[in-house]
Every structure is written in C-alpha cells, then in structure tokens.
C-alpha cells in the first residue's frame, strides 16, 4: 500500500510560482511512475504530466508544457512539480498519483493523495 500526500499548494497570483509535492509513505514509490492531475470545480480531471519511475521519461499535457516541470527523489520518496507563469485557469484542487505506468491515464494509478488546492487570482 501506498499512501501519497500532496502539500504546497495556495493561493497565488497570475504570474506567479509554486512548488508541490508529494511524500510518499508505506512502500517505496522508486519502481512505481508517478503523475500529476488537476481536477477543477466542474470538470473531470485533468492530466498534467507523468514520469518514469527512473525519471528519464516525462510525458506533459500541452496545456502545461514549458510551464510545469515534474522532477522525483527517489532517495526521498517525493514528487515535485514546478509550477511557473500561473494562470487563473490553472486554479483547481491538485493531485499525485502513483502506478505501475506513466501515462495520461487516471485508471493506469492504483495510488492517488487527497490533493492539495491551488488558486491563481487574476
């Protein structure tokens, strides 16, 4: 079992930066890929970007490509991801998923945190 829990996400202005990441405890998450999602009031989630449980594949959706950056510490059991250039549009609760893939695919993640909020004002 794993169990992921997200944190650095608030409320920012557009422009603006965050970091999020996500702790993962329970099991080690160094053979698992890992991804990124948003899901905002209204809407189905959303893919953001996944990597390789090496770390040498990344995948983004082209909605946060050039903006987003996911990066992983295997040693720390964490995801990151680099939040630059923010957009009011991008105001959505955040998640971290783990699975035995990377894809875009929510139901590829066996493993998924309780998200963490971010908000972009204008």
């Known amino acids: 079992q794993v169990h992921l829990v997200e944190s650095g996400g608030g409320l920012v202005q557009a422009g603006g930066s965050l970091r999020l990441s996500c702790a993962a405890s329970g099991r080690t998450v160094s053979s698992y890929g890992l991804g990124w999602f948003r899901q905002a009031p209204g809407k189905e989630r959303e893919f953001l970007v996944a990597?390789?449980?090496?770390?040498?594949?990344?995948n983004y959706a082209d909605s946060v490509k050039g903006r987003f950056t996911i990066s992983r510490d295997n040693a720390k059991n964490t995801v990151f991801l680099q939040m630059n250039s923010l957009k009011p549009g991008d105001t959505a609760v955040y998640y971290c998923a783990a699975g035995s893939q990377s894809t875009a695919r929510s139901t590829d993640y066996n493993y998924w945190g309780q998200g963490t909020q971010v908000t972009v004002s204008s």
């Open positions: 990597i390789s449980w090496s770390g040498s594949t990344t």
